[in-house]
């Protein structure tokens, strides 16, 4: 039997490990030829956006961000009072310091989008009040905020101070995503992005509105007004448990939850249309939620059951209203 020479055998390895090294260095010669070909994060965009005269006359709501950007070219993007085109999805999610016109693209879904970009869904519609699920198309454009919140368009004599008591948002929250303007020197016609914040009291006033313009949430009677006006614009309609809840208004579900949800229990939100303005409405502590978020409800839809999740005393809707006075109280 031949016995194999042992220089040879400790070749072998050094040759295979030759290899692999050379495989190695030509895969990372790839890799960093490929990022050096990515974009340089661009600087940040949008957020607060000054108007110009082009901008301001096609700007009547919040919304009208999106109806700037209607090309059927690539994706578009706010940056001062700019549009820009993406230059690759990698630099479009870099960059999200900044108000996105967004296009939407095939079986797209308003709660898709939202994921997508880690938003509420809540967000998209409140910024976007002229757009519902059911009439979403291709290519249709829609304003993506880079965080949850709201949009504010300043006008006169606002101020820093004023806007975050409005709002009740921290002011340094408010500086942080609307770095690229100098809030000291507000002008009319600047639109900032206040994070966390929540539409506030529209112009039109309950005296405006017809008297049956809302329904009760609940069968009146054996239902009936257990708690009036108390904290976070609430008033508790108490009835059975298990009777109906109804959707007040028309409207769109923007968010469902279930569990404790910090007392709330199981509850319901919803985006009712005001006169051109978004009221939304959360109905808490239910025993069954019957809705999903984005369908659409009509007054008098049956949305749920009365119950008493969470933090509640007896078999009670919990009703809140962000966006104008509470519809119900006295």
């Given at each position: 039997?031949?016995?194999?020479?042992?220089?040879?055998?400790?070749?072998?390895?050094?040759?295979?490990?030759?290899?692999?090294?050379?495989?190695?260095?030509?895969?990372?010669?790839?890799?960093?030829?490929?990022?050096?070909?990515?974009?340089?994060?661009?600087?940040?965009?949008?957020?607060?956006?000054?108007?110009?005269?082009?901008?301001?006359?096609?700007?009547?709501?919040?919304?009208?961000?999106?109806?700037?950007?209607?090309?059927?070219?690539?994706?578009?993007?706010?940056?001062?009072?700019?549009?820009?085109?993406?230059?690759?999805?990698?630099?479009?999610?870099?960059?999200?310091?900044?108000v996105i016109a967004y296009k939407v693209k095939k079986n797209?879904?308003?709660?898709?989008?939202?994921?997508?970009?880690?938003?509420?869904?809540?967000?998209?519609?409140?910024?976007?009040?002229?757009?519902?699920?059911?009439?979403?198309?291709?290519?249709?454009?829609?304003?993506?905020?880079?965080?949850?919140?709201?949009?504010?368009?300043?006008?006169?004599?606002?101020?820093?101070?004023?806007?975050?008591?409005l709002y009740n948002v921290p002011k340094n929250n408010i500086?942080?995503?609307?770095?690229?303007?100098?809030?000291?020197?507000?002008?009319?016609?600047?639109?900032?992005?206040?994070?966390?914040?929540?539409?506030?009291?529209?112009?039109?006033?309950?005296?405006?509105?017809?008297?049956?313009?809302?329904?009760?949430?609940?069968?009146?009677?054996?239902?009936?007004?257990?708690?009036?006006?108390?904290?976070?614009?609430?008033?508790?309609?108490?009835?059975?448990?298990?009777?109906?809840?109804?959707?007040?208004?028309?409207?769109?579900?923007?968010?469902?939850?279930?569990?404790?949800?910090?007392?709330?229990?199981?509850?319901?939100?919803?985006?009712?249309?005001?006169?051109?303005?978004?009221?939304?409405?959360?109905?808490?502590?239910?025993?069954?939620?019957?809705?999903?978020?984005?369908?659409?409800?009509?007054?008098?839809?049956?949305?749920?059951?009365?119950?008493?999740?969470?933090?509640?005393?007896?078999?009670?809707?919990?009703?809140?209203?962000?966006?104008?006075?509470?519809?119900?109280?006295?």
């Open positions: 039997m031949k016995i194999p020479d042992p220089e040879k055998l400790l070749r072998l390895p050094i040759a295979i490990t030759i290899v692999i090294v050379f495989l190695l260095l030509g895969v990372s010669f790839k890799i960093f030829n490929a990022m050096a070909s990515i974009p340089k994060n661009e600087p940040a965009l949008g957020g607060p956006v000054l108007l110009d005269s082009h901008l301001s006359n096609t700007l009547s709501t919040y919304s009208s961000f999106a109806d700037v950007a209607q090309d059927e070219g690539p994706q578009l993007y706010l940056r001062g009072n700019s549009l820009m085109a993406e230059q690759s999805p990698l630099n479009l999610n870099s960059t999200r310091n900044g797209e879904t308003l709660s898709s989008i939202a994921f997508k970009f880690d938003l509420k869904l809540k967000t998209i519609l409140w910024a976007n009040p002229d757009i519902r699920p059911n009439s979403l198309k291709v290519g249709q454009t829609i304003t993506v905020l880079p965080t949850d919140g709201v949009l504010h368009k300043v006008i006169s004599d606002e101020t820093l101070d004023t806007i975050a008591q500086s942080k995503i609307n770095k690229n303007i100098q809030l000291g020197q507000l002008a009319s016609g600047i639109v900032l992005v206040i994070p966390d914040g929540t539409p506030r009291q529209p112009k039109t006033t309950k005296s405006e509105l017809s008297a049956d313009y809302f329904a009760p949430p609940v069968a009146m009677p054996p239902g009936y007004i257990s708690q009036g006006l108390h904290k976070t614009n609430a008033i508790d309609f108490a009835t059975p448990c298990g009777q109906p809840v109804f959707a007040t208004a028309d409207g769109v579900v923007i968010s469902t939850k279930q569990g404790w949800d910090e007392g709330f229990g199981n509850y319901i939100e919803i985006l009712h249309e005001v006169n051109g303005s978004t009221v939304t409405m959360r109905y808490a502590h239910l025993q069954t939620i019957l809705v999903h978020e984005e369908d659409v409800v009509n007054r008098g839809d049956k949305i749920g059951l009365v119950g008493e999740t969470g933090l509640a005393t007896g078999c009670h809707v919990h009703l809140e209203v962000y966006g104008m006075k509470n519809p119900f109280a006295n």
